[in-house]
């Protein structure tokens, strides 16, 4: 998420770019990019550099998503119609959508810098 006229840049550009000599892991969700809490599925990704520097970070992300519980039946099902609309008409809203969540938040970011600068 950027502001104003600041970039943003995929951390899976910035680790193809420096060829795969720092490890990054890239964390999102439906939770967080659809402002749908409780639906509790994300995703991890591991671009690991080349000694294999992730291998026990995966290792336990492993061992561990097999403890906790999962996605509901529901979410696991909307997860396909979210991620990849089928027509132009969706793409344009699930876009218009993000640019009017990314409006709001710049405007209360900015409201809560304005606030918070003011006090002694």
Request: aromatic fraction near 8%; include cysteine; charged fraction near 15%.
């Amino acid at each position: 998420l950027t502001y104003g006229e600041a970039l943003f840049h995929p951390l899976s550009q910035v680790a193809s770019s420096i060829q795969s000599q720092v490890p990054i892991i890239t964390v999102s969700g439906l939770g967080k990019q659809y402002l749908v809490p409780g639906w509790r599925l994300g995703w991890l990704v591991f671009h690991d550099n080349s000694t294999r520097s992730l291998r026990h970070v995966n290792d336990g992300v492993k061992r561990l998503a097999q403890v906790v519980l999962g996605a509901s039946h529901l979410v696991q099902k909307a997860v396909p119609a979210v991620l990849t609309p089928k027509s132009l008409t969706e793409h344009m809203a699930v876009a218009e959508f993000k640019s009017e969540v990314q409006s709001t938040f710049a405007s209360q970011a900015s409201l809560t810098f304005e606030g918070l600068r003011t006090c002694p």
